[in-house]
């Protein structure tokens, strides 16, 4: 339903006239309020207006030619009861209202001269109600969070049904949305795709005969490495690298689907398809919302400014920040992560969590997300994505720890099957970490938050109340809980899921490892000790291990698509490219997962080697020149610069910054020691006072502390 109301009041030729389009029907109780306010001041003799025109508040129903609401009815009725009492106030002439009283009916009025000054008065005192109760209903349509709508005409998100009554859960999506650094035409725009944009949950889907719009073709990293290497002449043994690894056939083998590998056309050089060394993978999660707003803010920055640079590509990437290009706005941030009901309590909503798990022919996968999902105090806000590589002699992650879903439908992962999607990949087509965790950051689908794990460790009990509290402590929208996890022995019990024992490990400890182009800066064995600080405690590294953040943090900083072979630089990439767009680490009081170490016989992506040979030395360089490590004799190496701003280095920080306080030296490929004696109290209490107000993380350009090995910090 879209009403308008035009109030209007005419006083000695002064017209004043009020307009509130599209007005939400949750603000017709307070605006008839305020409308009965202003009638009663006219219908009152006493401070009436008594020689102006009618307060006229016609009403106009747009979307609908059914009999007239209640609200419409009420309005109305309102209307003529208004009219109806001030019509004997009409001003001489004004047609529709009697004429005036008889000039004898006059004899009794005070003099002309006082007469003016009561009209003045009343007039005055009249526009001075009216401006109350007009400012009154703009504070109400102010405080509804109604917002005015100014879409573009063929906006294919513009919305063309009357408002609803909302659900809890809508309520408190919509509670993110209402906020001054978002303008109005965004604010409409998502709060019309709302519920798009907190759909859980959301699965990526199949891709049955190649044709699902959410899926794309991409050339394997490896494939591509070798082309960049060897030119023309890979050309004869691209076909026996792909030959028998098509991760189209097995992944379609094992959801059941047709295993035609042929594409439409018959395959060439410029065709993707299987045998060209291409594979098909789901699409980056990109809502048309987040495009449709970032385009309109690319018309206007041409306008105002004609050789500004404008980015393609992901719509959602852009929105948050332009690839980096400044710091996310707090309601930037706000906007993105979906919430859901409560299984046993409505009115309540959760914040959603995305687990991302990447396994390797591992027999404990299964097990880690049965755990996920069994020990979860509110399991139905998790959803877990599954890269799945395995050889066709493995049983899949797909199939639940303690048998087939068909004999024993009480397992957890039985029970939210709908909560899990599994990209299974033939084994022979892993390349490394990089490359599966990169699918596995395709798989995530606007959780409020999202999570990275291996695929062999155990969560505690009531994990995902307990990593969602600790991160709220910090009260910093960009912290990123994140260090290697303790092993299992002697801190949890196993059957019971019960923590048997307290420590933090902090990410402190790193060097420089490896020859020649292939050197690097790699985190080493870290420390752990009881906790002695309450809450997240900084650290500067990020580990691959473990990582708890919001969502927007897998959407802004997504694993390299072209970093074949790489295992050990996995982590400072992540970590440099998460610092310069603001995103700052921690390390979690509580573990909630404890992982398995000392495991023996599990088989590992190395046993590709042979098909690959080669391939990790581009990697490496590629890794280092993104992220501004490699030293200036290395600068003229060749490597693949495709998707350099897509999976490169933001401004909202620069990287020299974290290079110059944490003491790294790139040129000469050193680094300050003892790094862990100020991580810790003193890192704590030197940073903190840095958190910006809005919570949007350190403001490191008002820190100025700069690590030496030799310095001994005060614990005060």
């Known amino acids: 339903m879209r009403l308008t109301f035009d109030i209007q009041c005419n006083i000695r030729g002064l017209k004043t006239t009020y307009l509130s389009k599209l007005m939400n029907n949750n603000m017709y109780r307070d605006t008839v309020d305020t409308l009965q306010t202003l009638q009663l001041f006219f219908l009152h003799r006493n401070h009436g207006i008594s020689r102006a025109s009618p307060l006229h508040i016609p009403v ?57 000054k009561a009209r003045f008065n009343q007039a005055t005192l009249g526009l001075t109600m009216i401006a109350m109760g007009l400012f009154f209903i703009g504070f109400r349509l102010v405080s509804r969070r109604y917002h005015h709508s100014n879409l573009r005409k063929n906006s294919s998100v513009a919305s063309s049904s009357s408002m609803k009554s909302q659900s809890n859960t809508q309520r408190q999506y919509n509670r993110t949305l209402i906020n001054n650094d978002l303008s109005l035409t965004e604010q409409q725009i998502l709060h019309d795709a709302k519920e798009e944009l907190n759909r859980f949950p959301y699965s990526v889907g199949i891709d049955t005969e190649n044709n699902n719009p959410d899926w794309e073709w991409i050339l394997h990293p490896g494939t591509e490495a070798q082309i960049h290497m060897h030119g023309e002449s890979f050309s004869g043994s691209k076909q026996r690298t792909v030959k028998d690894v098509t991760n189209l056939l097995m992944r379609k083998k094992s959801l059941g689907q047709d295993t035609t590998t042929r594409s439409d056309k018959e395959p060439n050089d410029k065709t993707p398809s299987v045998e060209n060394g291409y594979m098909r993978v789901p ?24 050789s500004s640079k404008s980015y393609n590509g992901e719509g959602v990437r852009r929105y948050l920040g332009n690839f980096g290009e400044r710091l996310m706005t707090t309601q930037e941030a706000k906007s993105i992560g979906s919430v859901v009901a409560k299984k046993d309590d409505s009115d309540s909503v959760l914040e959603t969590i995305f687990i991302t798990i990447a396994s390797y022919r591992d027999w404990q996968c299964s097990s880690t997300v049965e755990s996920a999902f069994s020990r979860a105090t509110h399991p139905e806000r998790i959803r877990v994505g599954v890269v799945d590589q395995i050889h066709e002699t493995d049983a899949p992650c797909s199939i639940p720890p303690g048998g087939s879903c068909v004999e024993h439908p009480d397992q957890a992962t039985c029970r939210y099957k709908d909560h899990i999607d599994y990209l299974t990949v033939d084994s022979a087509l892993s390349v490394g970490p990089v ?23 155990t969560f505690v009990k009531g994990w995902d109340v307990e990593i ?20 299992v022995e002697g801190h949890i019990n196993e059957k019971t899921g019960e923590r048997t024992a307290l420590s933090r490990p902090i990410m402190c400890d790193s060097d420089f490892e490896g020859y020649g182009n292939d050197k690097h800066l790699r985190h080493g064995q870290q420390p752990e000790g009881i906790p002695y600080i309450h809450g997240p405690m900084l650290n500067p590294y990020w580990a691959a291990g473990f990582s708890f953040n919001r969502g927007h943090f897998v959407v802004n900083v997504p694993y390299d698509q072209h970093l074949p072979w790489i295992f050990q630089g996995e982590e400072i990439s992540i970590g440099l490219r998460g610092f310069s767009y603001g995103y700052d680490f921690y390390a979690a009081e509580k573990s909630v997962c404890y992982h398995y170490y000392g495991r023996k016989g599990v088989p590992m992506f190395w046993e590709n080697t042979a098909r690959y040979r080669g391939v990790g030395e581009l990697g490496m360089i590629r890794l280092n020149s993104i992220i501004h490590m490699l030293p200036s004799h290395m600068k003229d190496k060749e490597w693949i610069k495709d998707d350099a701003l897509k999976f490169g280095l933001g401004k909202a920080r620069d990287v020299q910054l ?6 790294i030296h790139v040129e000469s490929q050193t680094i ?16 903190i006072p840095f958190l910006r107000s809005n919570g949007m993380g350190l403001d490191y350009d008002k820190i100025n502390f700069r690590w030496k090995e030799d310095m001994n910090p005060s614990w005060d």
Not at 283 to 306: C, G, H, M
Not at 677 to 686: A, T
Request: glycine share 6%; net charge positive; aromatic share 10%.
């Open 672 to 687: 300050e020691k003892n790094l862990c004696k100020f991580v810790g109290r003193p890192m704590q209490k030197r940073f």
């Open 658 to 663: 974290f290079f110059d306080t944490f003491g």
């Open 283 to 306: 699409k980056f999660w990109d809502p048309e919302p987040f495009r449709v707003i970032a385009d309109l803010r690319d018309e206007q920055k041409e306008k105002t400014d004609p």
């Open 435 to 457: 490359f599966a965790r990169h699918l596995g950051h395709r798989l995530y689908r606007g959780e409020y938050f999202a999570m990275q794990s291996d695929a062999h460790i």
């Open 60 to 116: 106009e129903t747009r979307a609908t030619t059914r009999a007239p609401s209640p609200t419409i009815q009420h309005l109305q009725s309102l209307n003529q009861m208004i009219r109806s009492n001030i019509n004997g106030n009409a001003p001489r002439g004004e047609p529709g209202h009697p004429a005036p009283a008889p000039a004898s009916s006059r004899k009794s009025r005070r003099p002309r001269k006082k007469r003016s």
């Open 468 to 487: 969602i509290d600790q991160w709220h402590s910090a009260n910093n929208e960009m912290a990123v809980l994140s260090t290697y996890l303790s092993g």
